[in-house]
């Protein structure tokens, strides 16, 4: 296979994983099968463009000109939902583009008139409840942030009259704002009639105002009248489930990243240039370089009490040290202090690995990893390396010392066996075929052993981890860990005096979901860590896996389930105090994190409770709706 055979192969893996690779070879019902089969606005009257996998074009995956391999035409068909047998995808597909043109509308009027939204609703139009209750109730509120919530909603029904009416009230408190921004997810299709269909979703709206922004969280329920093709599908209702708005003063974050960084030369070549810009330009022996798998660490490094940034970089890029300056700004160092390193690195931790005082590196490059010794300068002159066989790559560093011996080992985190990315994880839902983890423990003096099997970490260790964090999580004095794993379920090792025993089943912590990220911190204040774990959040995965008589052609009903939790996005996990974990998630309102990495825990208004900051997204390449 080609490299970029293998690249597409991957790409269209993410697209079909996003959906759970579940296009179904089932035929239409009858009663489906009478769905138009093209997507037209009709704000617009004309045929709306395609835009990435979304709707089924996928020539963002290919080089300009270039056909896809024999092998992957028949995948590349199927993924059309016309072609595959999945009405409710293509009325899914319809619904979005009608719903966003109708916000679209209401949020940019032309500037001669007001918007016509006649030509969106059904000659059947049944009406919608109120969108905006008259009655608020505040949540939350600090100096800077209001948040309030509807205490009910009325789902009665308001006419045709009344739509204009609604949305000006909806839309009231954005009056004289600008940079909007709109969002949907569909969650469900619900195919109730050949000339019917519903959806269920999440809808946000946002945009600054006065200075600060704005910011509407709603679930809609909208149910579609079908015509004679999807040109005259047209909304015949809508009803609001949940309201939810917060007002900010002023923005969180001022984006300090040209000020500080912009008087390195590189600093346009390489950080406002995404991985995927330097697909055609790097050798492809260096590895996954369109991945971004590339981390950094803070830490002082110099000594002069001011945090440092090491940058890991793909390979055929230089690492960077930035040395903080007095007056903010960074300047990289990276080649004075011999650490300007070409390999490939992804994971990366400052720490102290010998005791001396002064703040080390370590590296992780392919299977190894490289520690760094600091002579106290931000100069590094020794360098040791931890080599292991398996050429499984390391992708993340968890550093503690949970043998409380007074110095710091390292857990590694890996993924893929055999660093290949056609190799799919097996069974996808709860997989085991990823790469052993290892567990490097420092015995003084710069040496490390490989002490995994030794302490007891090669139970369940094949699965395809991202990340690790250690914590004493059941209050016994000594550190445990938790491994959040990708494609399956994650791991947490009790600490038993040096030996570590895999507790997740025991301790209620368990769950088939795509982890990529773990923090903790003790967010309702009772004394004991939490878990907050980063998932994937997949709205095709919740439309398709719930729907139990067409998802695997209605067999295997006990992986239904799966699947879905796999689908339901992030995790928050309260310990009970006894080291057992409950699954609050949903009563806190925390899952939708989207396509989540690496979320944290921090208290961004200092009032002495945690908060959450979830990154998420993921590869796009050209194609504008992220997934």
């Known amino acids: 296979m080609s490299h970029s055979d293998l690249w597409l192969s991957f790409a269209l893996g993410l697209v079909l994983f996003g959906a759970f690779a579940c ?60 072609v595959d047998g999945w009405p409710s995808e293509v009325a899914h597909d319809v619904a979005k583009h009608v719903i966003h043109d109708f916000l679209e509308g209401w949020l940019h009027p032309p500037e001669d008139g007001a918007f016509n939204f006649a030509p969106f609703l059904a000659d059947d139009f049944q009406g919608l409840s109120p969108l905006r209750p008259s009655s608020l109730e505040i949540r939350f509120e600090d100096e800077h942030h209001q948040v309030y919530r509807a205490p009910e909603l009325s789902q009665e029904l308001l006419g045709r009259d009344q739509v204009a009416a609604q949305f000006d009230a909806l839309l009231q408190p954005f009056q004289g704002g600008q940079d909007f921004k709109e969002a949907l997810k569909i969650v469900r299709v619900h195919m109730d009639e050949a000339d019917h269909f519903r959806v269920e979703g999440h ?46 003063k002023r923005p969180l974050f001022a984006d300090l990243t040209e000020r500080v960084f912009a008087a390195n030369s590189f600093y346009e070549d390489e950080f406002l240039r995404g991985v995927n810009e330097y697909h055609g330009s790097m050798d492809r022996l260096f590895g996954d370089f369109f991945m971004g798998w590339q981390g950094l660490a803070v830490g ?14 793909q390979g055929g890029l230089p690492n960077r040290l930035l040395m903080h300056k007095a007056d903010g700004s960074a300047k990289d160092q990276a080649a004075r202090s011999q650490v300007a390193f070409l390999e490939t690195t992804r994971g990366v931790v400052i720490a102290d690995f010998d005791n001396d005082g002064h703040q080390d590196l370590a590296l992780t490059m392919g299977q190894n990893i490289l520690l760094c010794f600091n002579q106290g300068t ?17 992708h993340s560093l968890a550093v503690a010392d949970p043998d409380q011996d007074g110095d710091l080992d390292i857990y590694a985190c890996r993924y893929n066996k055999n660093n290949t990315l056609g190799v799919n994880p097996v069974p996808y839902h709860d997989a085991y075929n990823g790469a052993p983890n290892l567990y490097w423990r420092n015995q003084g ?67 088939l979901a795509a982890s990529m990220g773990v923090t903790c911190a003790d967010y309702d204040l009772d004394g004991d860590m939490d878990l907050y774990i980063s998932n994937m959040f997949s709205s095709a995965g919740q439309r ?36 057992s974990f ?31 900051y979830v990154p998420n997204g993921f590869i796009t390449n050209k194609a504008p709706d992220d997934l």
């Not at 035929?27 to 093209?38: G, I, N, V």
């Not at 339901?568 to 009970?576: A, H, I, Q, S, V």
């Open 544 to 579: 398709i896996a719930s729907q139990s008589n067409r998802f695997m052609e209605g067999q295997h009903q006990e992986a239904h389930q799966a699947y879905l939790r796999h689908a339901r996005g992030n995790t928050l996990w309260r310990n009970r105090g006894d080291g």
């Open 203 to 248: 809808v946000q709206i946002s945009a600054e105002v006065g200075g600060g922004r704005r910011q509407q969280v709603m679930e809609w329920e909208v149910g579609f009248t079908v015509g004679e093709d999807l040109e005259h599908s047209r909304i015949r209702f809508i009803r609001n489930h949940f309201f939810e708005e917060v007002h900010s």
């Open 582 to 612: 409950e699954d609050v998630t949903m009563t806190s309102g925390v899952s939708l994190g989207r396509w989540a990495w690496g979320a944290k825990f921090v208290d961004l208004n200092n009032d002495g409770f945690e908060d959450l």
């Open 23 to 82: 296009g179904g070879n089932g035929k239409p019902d009858s009663e489906d099968s009478q769905l138009p089969s093209q997507t037209t606005s009709p704000h617009s009257g004309t045929q709306e463009p395609e835009i990435g996998a979304e709707s089924g074009d996928l020539s963002v995956l290919f080089e300009d000109g270039q056909a896809p391999p024999d092998h992957l035409s028949e995948d590349l068909r199927k993924h059309d939902p016309k």
């Open 300 to 313: 002082d490094l110099n000594g002069d009490g001011l945090d440092d940034v090491y940058v890991a970089q």
């Open 378 to 394: 931000g100069v590094f002159t020794d360098f040791v390396g931890l080599e292991d066989a398996n050429p499984a790559n390391i």
């Open 445 to 511: 003096n710069r040496s490390f052993e490989n002490a995994t099997e030794k302490v007891g970490f090669h139970v369940k260790n094949s699965r395809y981890s991202l990340a690790g964090l250690w914590e004493d999580f059941d209050q016994d004095s000594d550190l445990d860990l938790f491994v959040a794993n990708d494609f399956g379920g994650n791991n947490l090792y009790r600490n038993e005096g040096g030996k570590f025993t895999n507790v997740i089943e025991e301790v209620g912590a368990q769950e």
